[in-house]
Each structure stands twice: as structure tokens, then as C-alpha cells.
């Protein structure tokens, strides 16, 4: 069944660029059907929407996010990406990727986040 | 965009049926069918519950049922089990511009 993998530095430092990538394995990310997010979760703290990408490369941002964001897809490779820019202290968290839910029934792709990752923590700390 | 309100703890005794409410506006919440709710135990990612307020994906129990009125969405777990015990996050479609925000997340303690 399919499956996302997140992987990435575990540490950046504070003011440069976290990078991390999700690889979607046992189904493909060339598809007309999903759309593929990012969301992230502090640690003891709530979730958190980062942004969502299309495998023809269209994104949607988090407003609060949206200039420091930039996230990515490689279909060759089957993966998307996350870059965030600039980052502090309040930007640790555990980072996962996730599969929008499509509803055949209605059309849907907005129902929510179905097939999530294990999840990376990355700490923000020099 | 704030995060959609939910209570920050629900408990309840084996067998019993709970109720966690998310409160959000009519920018969200109240605008959209596209509701969803999420269990995470410790540890781990969180798992798909709920969608479309009221819909069920496969392999969920029919324990878990959701609904909504005006702008506060509900998730019911009815024959509460020791499993059932996690946090629990409802999220809903805000537009085209938020897009998604989830609620602030309830802790259920079963007793």
C-alpha cells in the first residue's frame, strides 16, 4: 500500500534554510487524483498546515508561512519537498507529509489528510 | 487564521460515550462539508478518522461518528475503549486563501 517517508537534517541552525523530503513509495505521485502536504506539530503543541502541492507543480501556502515556504515536486523521483527559509527557534517540531484525500464520491480533494508519514523532527538550535 | 477551538481534555469511563466539540467561524467551520478528525497517540503520526464531517474511511470503527452545527463540528466515541485513549484534532477547509487549520487539540482520558 502506499507509503510516505520523510527525511532530512534532524538539526538546522537558526537562520538558514530547513530542507526536508517525503518519498511516496507503492503508488505514484504523477496523479490527477491527489495532492500532497506538509504539516508540522511543536513539540507538545497542535497540528500545524504548511502547504500542499500538485504533481503539475501548483502550491498553496499557509498565509503565515507563505514567505519564508517553497515546496516541490520531483515526480521522476516520486517525491515532493519542503524549504523553509529563515528559521527560528519556534520552527522545531516534528515535520510529516501527507496524502490529501481524494472522495471519488464527490469529487472531493479538500476531505482531509488520509496517508500521513512517521514523521521527521527537526530541532532549530546552533 | 486561528486555530479551530477545541476543549483541551474529555474523559470518561469504559463504555460511555463522549463528545469533542470544534468551534470555529463561519470563515471555516461553518462555510464547508469538509470537516475532518484525527486520533494521534503518543509518539506516533495521526490517523485518519473522520472526513466530510460525518464520513467514515475504511477500517475506522463505527464507534466514531461525526457532525456539525453552524460553526461547531462534533466527533462522538461511543463504547469508549482503553485504545481509544489519544489526542484528538479536528481540521477543516477554510477557503482558498487559509486553505486548512486545525483545532488546538483535545487529550481523551479514559478512566
Known amino acids: 500500500q502506499l507509503q510516505l517517508q520523510e527525511s532530512g537534517p534532524g538539526l538546522v541552525k537558526p537562520s538558514e534554510t530547513l530542507s526536508l523530503t517525503c518519498t511516496v513509495s507503492?503508488?505514484?505521485?504523477?496523479?490527477?487524483?491527489?495532492?500532497w502536504g506538509w504539516i508540522r506539530q511543536p513539540p507538545g503543541k497542535g497540528l500545524e498546515w504548511i502547504g500542499t502541492i500538485y504533481y503539475s507543480g501548483t502550491t498553496y501556502y499557509n498565509p503565515s508561512l507563505k514567505s519564508r515556504v517553497t515546496i516541490s515536486v520531483d515526480t521522476s523521483k516520486n517525491q515532493f519537498s519542503l524549504r523553509l527559509s529563515s528559521v527560528t527557534a519556534a520552527d522545531t517540531a516534528v515535520y510529516y507529509c501527507?496524502?490529501?484525500?481524494?472522495?471519488?464520491?464527490?469529487?472531493?480533494?479538500?476531505?482531509?489528510?488520509?496517508?500521513w508519514g512517521q514523521g521527521t523532527m527537526v530541532i532549530v538550535s546552533s | 487564521q486561528s486555530a479551530l477551538a477545541q476543549p483541551a481534555s474529555v474523559s470518561g469511563s469504559p463504555g460511555q460515550s463522549i463528545t469533542i466539540s470544534c468551534t470555529g467561524t463561519?470563515?471555516?467551520?461553518?462555510?464547508?462539508?469538509?470537516v475532518s478528525w484525527y486520533q494521534q497517540h503518543p509518539g506516533k503520526a495521526p490517523k485518519f478518522m473522520i472526513y466530510e464531517v460525518s464520513k467514515r474511511p475504511s477500517g475506522v470503527s463505527n464507534r466514531f461518528s461525526g457532525s456539525k452545527s453552524g460553526n461547531t463540528a462534533s466527533l462522538t466515541i461511543s463504547g469508549l475503549q482503553a485504545e481509544d485513549e489519544a489526542d484528538y484534532y479536528c481540521?477543516?477547509?477554510?477557503?482558498?486563501?487559509?486553505?486548512?487549520?486545525f483545532g488546538t487539540g483535545t487529550k481523551v482520558t479514559v478512566l
Open positions: 507503492g503508488g505514484s505521485i504523477n496523479s490527477s487524483t491527489y495532492y
Open positions: 463561519s470563515s471555516d467551520v461553518g462555510s464547508y462539508n469538509l
Open positions: 481540521c477543516s477547509y477554510a477557503g482558498t486563501y487559509t486553505r486548512y487549520v
Open positions: 501527507a496524502r490529501h484525500y481524494y472522495d471519488i464520491l464527490t469529487g472531493y480533494s479538500a476531505a482531509g489528510f488520509d496517508i
